[in-house]
């Protein structure tokens, strides 16, 4: 367990997440059996790991996207937020890694950082771009 700084609008989506989940132990009545999950089924109990998978796989194919695996998005998560400048240690302590050098490999290139690396070079070289 460890805490996390998350942002105002995930708190937002988590309390009505919280709010739909106590409805349904409401209408689960005495079939409810509580995990203290966050995410659970109707009914309180785990979620299964490979039907989970399939929604998400099921989503992807939705909005037009390749297939991925749902542990992926820790790697979205570190090359977005690395796009966006927060330094490395912050994403090492929001990815939960305790060495710095997993987190680098959860940080991937993205061709607009390259296109922008050239510009600085070309600005700190050559005075142009």
Same mark, same amino acid.
């Given at each position: 367990?460890?805490?996390?700084?998350?942002?105002?609008?995930?708190?937002?989506?988590?309390?009505?997440?919280?709010? @739909?989940?106590? !409805?349904?132990?409401?209408? +689960? $009545?005495?079939?409810?059996?509580? &995990?203290?999950?966050?995410?659970? =089924?109707?009914?309180?109990?785990?979620?299964?790991?490979?039907?989970?998978?399939? @929604?998400?796989? !099921?989503?992807?194919?939705? +909005? $037009?996207?390749?297939?991925?695996? &749902?542990?992926?998005?820790?790697? =979205?998560?570190?090359?977005?937020?690395?796009?966006?400048?927060?330094?490395?240690?912050?994403?090492?302590?929001?990815?939960?890694? +305790?060495?710095?050098?997993?987190?680098?490999?959860?940080?991937?290139?993205l061709?607009?950082?390259?296109?922008?690396?050239?510009?600085?070079?070309?600005?700190?070289?050559?005075g142009?771009?």
């Open positions: 367990r460890r805490a996390l700084v998350i942002p105002d609008t995930l708190v937002e989506k988590l309390r009505q997440h919280r709010a @739909l989940q106590n !409805r349904e132990r409401l209408l +689960a $009545g005495d079939q409810w059996t509580d &995990f203290d999950l966050v995410f659970a =089924s109707r009914k309180g109990t785990p979620l299964i790991g490979t039907r989970q998978s399939l @929604l998400f796989q !099921r989503h992807l194919e939705a +909005a $037009g996207l390749p297939k991925r695996r &749902f542990h992926d998005m820790r790697h =979205s998560c570190g090359t977005i937020l690395a796009a966006q400048g927060v330094p490395l240690v912050e994403i090492q302590t929001i990815l939960g890694h +305790a060495e710095i050098t997993t987190t680098m490999r959860y940080v991937h290139s061709p607009e950082s390259q296109r922008q690396a050239a510009r600085q070079m070309d600005q700190a070289l050559w142009t771009g």
